[in-house]
C-alpha cells in the first residue's frame, strides 16, 4: 500500500521546502491547508506542521483539530506547528519582544531521543519565529534548548508527538534532514517505496489502463516538464501520442530548430508549427505588458487548436502541470489560492478530458524522472523559460529585428554559462547548472554612445538577469563572477551587432519579478 506523509499548511514560506525534504527519503507526501487533514486515509504515516507568519493567540490564528491527528500517527510540529500543539494543550505562547530570526546553537538535552539520532550534542539550527513557548503542557517535556530559546523541542511524554521551535528543513540547520530522516523514516516508518524508477513504472502502467487505445494530444514548449510528460506518455501509449510545438517566432537562438530535433531523438511524434509570422502580425504597435501577454495566449490557443483539430480521433489534452502549480498556498489573510496552468477552455470546447502525469511531482523529481527515461541532460536542466517567450524580454513593442538582436546577445550569454566551469561541492559544474533561470533583456527604446575603434556610436542597451531560487515564488540576484560578466559583456558588444551596452540586474524578487514584463 502507498505510505503518505501529510503535511498541514499554515501558511510558511518554507512549506514546500518541507515537502521537497521528505521526498528526498523517497516518500511520497502531500501538503494541504491546515485544516483539510485527510482523517480517514489509511496511508498517512505521519504528519508535519508547518510554521506560519501568524500568532497563535492571534484573533485570525489557524486552527485546526489535532484531536484527530494525536494518537493516530507521529506529528511533528515546526515553529508555528510546535506553539500550536503547545497552546492547545494547555501551554503557553508568548510574545518574544524581538523576533528571534537566524542561526541559534541548539543543546540537545535528550541524548536518547529518537528524533535526535545521529545528532551531535550541540549543533546550529535556524530560527524564524516572534513568539515562545513559555511553559509546556502538562505531560510534555524538552528535550532541547538554545540560550534564548528554553523550549526550543519537546515530546509529549513518550507519545510520537514532538514540536520543534526551529526549522529543520532550511539549509541553515546543519542536521536538520538527519532530524526529518529519523522522523518519517525511523518514527513514521516510512519504507521509502517513492523513487523516480518505481514512479515510472506505475504512471505507465495507470496512463495505459486510464488511456487504453485513446489518442493523446500534448503541446510542447521545449521546457523540462512537457518534454517529459511527453517522454513519459510515449512509453505508455507509443505512437497514440501527438505532440504540438509552436514556433511563435520569440523562442531562443535556433531553439525550434534544436527542440525539433531533440524531440525526434526521443522519437516523439512532433507536429511543429511555424506560426511566427501571424504573432508578429498581431503584435504590431502593441506595447503595454499585459496586453502583449494576452495577444500571445490567444493567438497560441488558436494555432494550437486548429493543429489539434486535425488530430479528429484525440481524446485526451495531455499537460506538464507539476505539483508547485496545483498546490493550495495560503496567504495570511487564510484565503486559499489556487494556480492553474492555463489552457484556455480548450478541454471543453474540444470535449477533451485532462491528462497531468507529473501532477504530483517537484521539479527536481521531474528531472529525476527524466533521467530515469533516459533523456539527454541538456533537456533535463534546461532553465525555465516562459510561455511568451522573448515578448515579456523586449520591453514594449516587439519586431522581428529587435528579437533578432535579442537572440544574438542571449546566445552569446547563454553559451558562456554553459561553458564556464565553477566549483561546487568538490565538483565542477558549467555556471549554467548553479543559477534557476537567466535570460537577457533588451531595453527596446534605450540609446547609449559608445566609441568602438574611432566611431562614435548610439546604439541599444541590454541587461543580462540570473537568479537564483527553489520555486521562482521567490529569488535572488545571483552572484556571477565578475570575470565572467566582463567577458560576456565584451564578447556581446563585439558580436552583437546593434548592441553596444550590458548591464547586470541587481533585483531580488520581490519586490521586482524575474521577468521584466
Ligand atoms: P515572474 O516574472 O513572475 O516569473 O517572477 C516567475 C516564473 O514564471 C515564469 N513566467 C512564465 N511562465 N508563462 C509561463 O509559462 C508566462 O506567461 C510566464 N511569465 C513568467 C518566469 O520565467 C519565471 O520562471
Known amino acids: 500500500m502507498q505510505q503518505k506523509i501529510i503535511i498541514l499548511d499554515f501558511g510558511s514560506q518554507t512549506t514546500q521546502l518541507i515537502g521537497r525534504r521528505v521526498r528526498e527519503f523517497n516518500t511520497f507526501c502531500e501538503i494541504l491547508?491546515?485544516?483539510?487533514?485527510?482523517?480517514?486515509?489509511?496511508?498517512?504515516?505521519?504528519?508535519?506542521?508547518?510554521?506560519?507568519?501568524?500568532?497563535?493567540?492571534?484573533?485570525?490564528?489557524?486552527?485546526?483539530?489535532?484531536?484527530?491527528?494525536?494518537?493516530?500517527?507521529?506529528?511533528?510540529?515546526?515553529?508555528?506547528?510546535?506553539?500550536?500543539?503547545?497552546?492547545?494543550?494547555?501551554?503557553?505562547?508568548?510574545?518574544?519582544?524581538?523576533?528571534?530570526?537566524?542561526?541559534?546553537?541548539?543543546?540537545?538535552?535528550?541524548?536518547?531521543?529518537?528524533?535526535?539520532?545521529?545528532?551531535?550534542?550541540?549543533?546550529q539550527v535556524w530560527m524564524s519565529h516572534g513568539d515562545t513557548i513559555t511553559r509546556?503542557?502538562?505531560?510534555?517535556?524538552?528535550?532541547?534548548?538554545?540560550?534564548?530559546?528554553?523550549?526550543?523541542?519537546?515530546?509529549?511524554?513518550?507519545?510520537?508527538l514532538w514540536g520543534v521551535q526551529f526549522h529543520p528543513e532550511v539549509f541553515h540547520t546543519l542536521q536538520g534532514t538527519q532530524l526529518l530522516r529519523n522522523f518519517v523514516v525511523d518514527i513514521?516508518?516510512?519504507?521509502?517505496?517513492?523513487?523516480?524508477?518505481?514512479?515510472?513504472?506505475?504512471t505507465v502502467a495507470e496512463l495505459r489502463e486510464t488511456l487504453g487505445n485513446d489518442r493523446v494530444i500534448l503541446g510542447l514548449s521545449g521546457g523540462v516538464d512537457s518534454s517529459v510528460t511527453a517522454v513519459l506518455l510515449h512509453r505508455a501509449i507509443g505512437d497514440r501520442l501527438t505532440c504540438i510545438f509552436v514556433d511563435h517566432g520569440m523562442l531562443r537562438k535556433n531553439e525550434f530548430r534544436d527542440v525539433m530535433r531533440d524531440y525526434g531523438g526521443l522519437g516523439l511524434q512532433v507536429v511543429g508549427v511555424d506560426a511566427s509570422s501571424l504573432f508578429f502580425g498581431r503584435l504590431a504597435g502593441v506595447h503595454e505588458p499585459e496586453a502583449k501577454r494576452r495577444i500571445i495566449g490567444a493567438c497560441f490557443i488558436e494555432v494550437f487548436e486548429a493543429e489539434a483539430r486535425k488530430?479528429?480521433?484525440?481524446?485526451?489534452?495531455?499537460?506538464?502541470?507539476?505539483?508547485?502549480?496545483?498546490?493550495?498556498?495560503?496567504?495570511?489573510?487564510?484565503?486559499?489560492?489556487?494556480?492553474?496552468?492555463n489552457v484556455g477552455g480548450l478541454p471543453?470546447?474540444?470535449?477533451?478530458?485532462?491528462?497531468?502525469?507529473?501532477?504530483?511531482?517537484?521539479?527536481d523529481e521531474v528531472r529525476r524522472v527524466g533521467r530515469e527515461l533516459g533523456m539527454p541532460e541538456h533537456l533535463i536542466t534546461r532553465h525555465p523559460f516562459p510561455g511568451p517567450g522573448l515578448a515579456v524580454r523586449i520591453l514594449g513593442e516587439i519586431t522581428p529585428e529587435k528579437v533578432r538582436v535579442l537572440q544574438d546577445a542571449d546566445d552569446v550569454y547563454v553559451r558562456a554559462l554553459r561553458s564556464w566551469?565553477?566549483?561546487?561541492?568538490?565538483v565542477e559544474v558549467p555556471l549554467y547548472d548553479t543559477?534557476?533561470?537567466?535570460?537577457?533583456?533588451?531595453?527596446?527604446?534605450?540609446?547609449?554612445?559608445?566609441?568602438?575603434g574611432d566611431e562614435r556610436t548610439y546604439e541599444r542597451a541590454v541587461a543580462l538577469r540570473a537568479v537564483t531560487s527553489t520555486d521562482a515564488m521567490t529569488a535572488d540576484w545571483a552572484r556571477l563572477p565578475y570575470d565572467f560578466l566582463?567577458?560576456?559583456?565584451?564578447?556581446?558588444i563585439n558580436q552583437v551587432k546593434g548592441v553596444n551596452r550590458v548591464c547586470y540586474d541587481i533585483s531580488s524578487k520581490p519586490p521586482s519579478t524575474i521577468e521584466w514584463e
Not at 55 to 79: H, Q
Not at 151 to 160: C, F, K, L, M, T
Not at 435 to 452: E, K, N, P, Y
Open 33 to 123: 491547508p491546515y485544516d483539510k487533514f485527510p482523517a480517514d486515509d489509511p496511508s498517512v504515516i505521519g504528519v508535519i506542521l508547518s510554521g506560519s507568519p501568524l500568532s497563535v493567540y492571534g484573533e485570525n490564528a489557524f486552527k485546526t483539530n489535532l484531536d484527530a491527528i494525536r494518537g493516530r500517527v507521529p506529528v511533528l510540529g515546526i515553529c508555528y506547528g510546535a506553539q500550536l500543539m503547545a497552546q492547545t494543550y494547555g501551554g503557553s505562547v508568548e510574545p518574544e519582544g524581538t523576533r528571534e530570526y537566524g542561526r541559534a546553537m541548539l543543546d540537545i538535552e535528550d541524548r536518547q531521543n529518537p528524533l535526535f539520532k545521529g545528532l551531535d550534542d550541540r549543533t
Open 136 to 160: 509546556l503542557p502538562a505531560g510534555f517535556r524538552r528535550i532541547a534548548s538554545t540560550s534564548t530559546v528554553k523550549n526550543a523541542a519537546y515530546q509529549a511524554g513518550d507519545e510520537p
Open 188 to 202: 513514521c516508518g516510512s519504507r521509502g517505496l517513492w523513487s523516480p524508477a518505481s514512479f515510472v513504472e506505475s
Open 311 to 341: 488530430i479528429s480521433d484525440a481524446r485526451w489534452l495531455a499537460q506538464g502541470t507539476i505539483y508547485p502549480d496545483r498546490i493550495e498556498s495560503l496567504n495570511i489573510t487564510g484565503k486559499v489560492i489556487k494556480s492553474h496552468h
Open 348 to 363: 471543453e470546447r474540444m470535449n477533451l478530458r485532462l491528462c497531468e502525469p507529473l501532477r504530483w511531482l517537484f521539479k
Open 421 to 426: 566551469k565553477v566549483e561546487r561541492d568538490g
Open 435 to 452: 543559477v534557476w533561470q537567466a535570460g537577457t533583456i533588451l531595453l527596446s527604446d534605450v540609446r547609449s554612445v559608445g566609441v568602438m
Open 486 to 492: 566582463a567577458q560576456v559583456s565584451n564578447d556581446i
